[in-house]
């Protein structure tokens, strides 16, 4: 599928220095544009980030938010991530638990991704299923495939969509912007000592090391992000939402 850019008020490249548009407004804005882009259609939404940009916490707000735009109650509004598609440990971890390769080549099933998800819908199928590993189990799962109407509004987050084996699917997209040192300070608040990973994972003295932020180091010099995504939004304040340009995105400034 070929992405689509939005015509309205929410700009892919703003004026330096604009202020961010309050999160409510902001949402209401971008559901409405995005009804307009594939009306009677499926349209598949693809968000972006780095691990703790708040991915999962802005597809919700989106969602929330078309539900309640004109046109979008009617449509049948799907969330989909791609952390319930990890590899089994045996995969993720084939490199190495710390191995930065390991996490960016290595985490996705992306194959069932693709067979569970992208291709039925994307293909106009009725049903697709939602979830193909249980990271707690390490289970492998098949379950009773989703319905899915033929104009749904699918959400999709995760870490690395906009890599090349993706990239095809998406309608439009976003990617969200964080520095490393905001997203280390969310993780240490919302994942704790229970998680697979160290709390101060993300603030080692070598990033290119450290398995988190080294492997989404790599995702950026393969894939680039910020020159694929159809909208770029600094995420990194709690109550604005701000569009930037790809010169301004954390990581093409070394942050």
Sequence with gaps: MAAMELESAVPRSPAPGKPGVHRTAFLSELASDLLALCPGSRLLVAV??????GKTTFADELASALHGTDGGAARQILRVTIDD?????SVRYRHGRRSPEGFWRDSYNLDQFRQYVLVPLSSGAEKFRSQGHDLATDALLDP????????????????FLHREELREYWDFSVFLDVPFDVTAS????RDGPAMERPPT?????DRRADRYVGGQLQYFAAADPAARADLLLDNSHKGTLQAI?????SYRQGT
């Design 201 to 205: 994972g993300l603030v080692v003295k």
């Design 48 to 53: 972006d980030g780095v691990d703790g940009a």
């Design 186 to 189: 969310r993780m240490a608040v």
């Design 85 to 89: 598609f990890h590899n089994v440990r």
């Design 144 to 159: 009773e495939p989703v319905l899915a109407a033929p104009d749904a509004v699918v959400l999709i987050d995760g870490l």
């Design 245 to 249: 340009s790809p010169h301004d995105v």
